[in-house]
């Protein structure tokens, strides 16, 4: 006879790993010129800045083309960030708002790299 936890380890589900999309060229140009620009954080205005991927839900694959600049505080901190506290941060900076900064970002690389 076989015990109770024996038997729920026979039920659960194995992880399945989502595999990681590629970055092509392109995307990796535009990752390198947003660090190497002087961009200030999006929230205080700080320029020591990390780039942080705009996402609704953790499960969302990255899009390498919606990124903002957020110094360390804003982008790992506890108080207010999308790291650690995802929710406080959304509702005060909405995602509609994070991604017409982004589009903006785009739009002046794309100029710049004509």
């Not at 660090?35 to 205080?44: A, E, G, R, Y």
């Not at 953790?58 to 110094?71: A, F």
Request: one cysteine or more; glycine letters at 4%; hydrophobic letters at 25%.
């Amino acid at each position: 006879m076989y015990s109770k936890e024996e038997q729920l380890k026979w039920n659960k589900p194995k992880k399945v790993k989502k595999s990681k999309r590629i970055t092509n060229d392109d995307e990796l140009k535009y990752l390198n010129w947003a660090k190497q620009q002087m961009i200030p954080c999006f929230v205080c205005g700080s320029y020591d800045t990390q780039l942080h991927h705009i996402k609704e839900r953790s499960s969302d694959v990255k899009n390498h083309y919606e990124i903002i600049p957020l110094c360390i505080q804003h982008h790992l901190g506890n108080e207010m960030s999308p790291h650690g506290t995802s929710r406080k941060f959304r509702e005060m900076y909405p995602i509609a708002g994070q991604r017409e900064y982004a589009k903006k970002l785009k739009e002046q690389y794309d100029k710049e790299s004509r």
